[in-house]
């Protein structure tokens, strides 16, 4: 079993930052791939990004692309999602999750294995 738990969440202004650490136990860091994803209330969960194993390889969903940006590091064993220019629709519970399967990081919720318990991140306008 891995571990995953969230932290960096609350509450911000439209346009402000905010820094999201997801640490991991239990498992090989290193040879997952992690993924970061929202849920908004009444909305599905969505993709937001990911990152390969080495951090090699990014992805972002077009939502986010050129605000948010992910990054880990493995000698901490923890993935990170720094969030600028904050929007009202960022709003939402955030979750890390780690997917064990090779090839490029994915953006199917159901691909990955491992998944935190999420932090609320609020947006104000």
């Known amino acids: 079993q891995m571990q995953l738990v969230e932290s960096g969440g609350g509450s911000v202004q439209a346009g402000g930052s905010l820094r999201l650490s997801c640490a991991a136990s239990?498992?090989?860091?290193?040879?997952?791939?992690m993924g970061w994803f929202r849920q908004a209330p009444g909305k599905e969960r969505e993709f937001v990004a990911a990152?390969?194993?080495?951090?090699?390889?990014?992805d972002y969903a077009d939502s986010v692309k050129g605000r948010f940006t992910i990054s880990r590091d493995n000698a901490k064993n923890t993935v990170y999602l720094r969030m600028d220019s904050l929007k009202p629709d960022d709003t939402a519970v955030y979750y890390c999750?780690?997917?064990?399967?090779?090839?490029?990081?994915?953006?199917?919720?159901?691909?990955?294995?491992?998944w935190g318990r999420g932090t609320q991140v609020t947006v104000s306008s």
């Open positions: 999750a780690a997917d064990f399967s090779l090839g490029t990081p994915d953006r199917r919720a159901d691909k990955y294995d491992y």
């Open positions: 239990g498992r090989t860091f290193s040879t997952y791939e």
């Open positions: 990152i390969s194993r080495y951090g090699g390889i990014t």
